[in-house]
């Protein structure tokens, strides 16, 4: 059985920092594409960032330059550091496996101004 369990979210005022991870089990997480969603009320889901099995990432264009997605194989667990956070991160956020359709229950961000 596959899981993704997300923590790390919480409250922080604007200008903070979180770090959220990621702890998979059920798959071989190593050879995964790996991702972070996040989705505000009354707005889609959008990507946050993604990592590949040979660490090449990709960012949103909204967190480019503040938020950074890495991974430890070792411990099967994925992260996403989210530096100068603004209001409108505030989110809930989503660890998944994309290509696999695997997805985590989601932490909450909010972010005060």
């Known amino acids: 059985q596959v899981q993704l369990v997300e923590s790390g979210g919480g409250l922080v005022q604007a200008g903070g920092s979180l770090r959220l991870s990621c702890a998979a089990s059920?798959?071989?997480?190593?050879?995964?594409?790996m991702g972070w969603y996040r989705q505000a009320p009354g707005k889609q889901r959008e990507l946050v960032a993604s990592?590949?099995?040979?660490?090449?990432?990709n960012y949103g264009d909204s967190v480019k330059g503040r938020f950074t997605i890495s991974r430890d194989n070792a411990k099967n667990t994925m992260y996403l550091q989210m530096n100068s956070l603004k209001p409108e991160d505030t989110a809930t956020y989503y660890c998944?496996?994309?290509?696999?359709?695997?997805w985590g229950q989601g932490t909450q961000v909010t972010v005060s101004s």
């Open positions: 059920g798959i071989i997480f190593s050879i995964n594409t």
């Open positions: 998944c496996a994309p290509g696999r359709n695997y």
């Open positions: 990592i590949t099995a040979g660490r090449r990432t």
